[in-house]
């Protein structure tokens, strides 16, 4: 059974973007963004909300033909472009690149996905981690700490009434300071 996966950066005080939704503070370098090809590449799809998605397509359909793309740069707008991606969304009229909409977080459709052949899915965005946590839909965690303190902005994680218990399965850092921690269901295995 493929695992579901939220895989985000957050700054040490638990921030996903600043106070006016600015990532400028993210320290991603060439053997950050190498690690995440080699984890998202292996991934089965994509799963975002609306801004995240809107966020990723505003800029990796073409980044591989910007000059200032660097070599991890240009392998992950090719991931991104090819991976199936499913983008949950009330709002959202349209969407390209491999998409397929999604109005609302089915529990019983998302646990029907993950016996479905393939890859890991991947989790992205702070709201739509949220519904999925309320539903205990998540597998794994991989939260790549930033060693920076931003003070304020958008949380990870939001104020729930739910307890996952987890084990550490990983950690690693990076030579830029950025930490990873891995964490899974203590059975290790998908729900």
């Not at 990532?23 to 995440?36: A, N, P, R, T």
């Not at 073409?62 to 392998?75: K, L, N, R, Y």
């Not at 987890?166 to 269901?185: D, I, P």
Request: glycine share 10%.
């Amino acid at each position: 059974m493929r695992k579901l996966i939220l895989m985000m950066s957050v700054s040490l005080d638990g921030f996903i973007e600043g106070p006016d939704r600015e990532l400028g503070w993210h320290m991603v370098d060439d053997e950050l963004h190498s690690h995440f090809n080699e984890q998202l590449g292996a991934m089965g799809a994509f799963l975002n909300g609306r801004v995240t998605y809107e966020l990723m397509a505003g800029f990796w359909p073409t980044a591989d033909t910007d000059s200032s793309s660097t070599g991890p740069m240009v392998e992950f707008a090719r991931i991104w472009r090819d991976m199936p991606k499913i983008v949950f969304s009330r709002t959202l009229k349209r969407a390209d690149w491999n998409t397929t909409m999604v109005r609302e977080v089915v529990p019983e459709e998302i646990r029907e996905l993950k016996t479905q052949p393939g890859g890991d899915l991947v989790l992205g965005g702070a709201d739509l981690a949220a519904v999925f946590m309320r539903h205990d839909l998540i597998d794994e965690y991989r939260l790549y700490v930033h060693p920076i303190v931003i003070g304020g902005g958008k949380p990870l994680f939001q104020v729930a009434d739910t307890k996952t218990k987890l084990q550490l399965a990983e950690t690693r850092t990076f030579g830029n300071g950025v930490v990873l921690l891995r964490y899974q269901r203590p059975d290790g295995g998908a729900r």
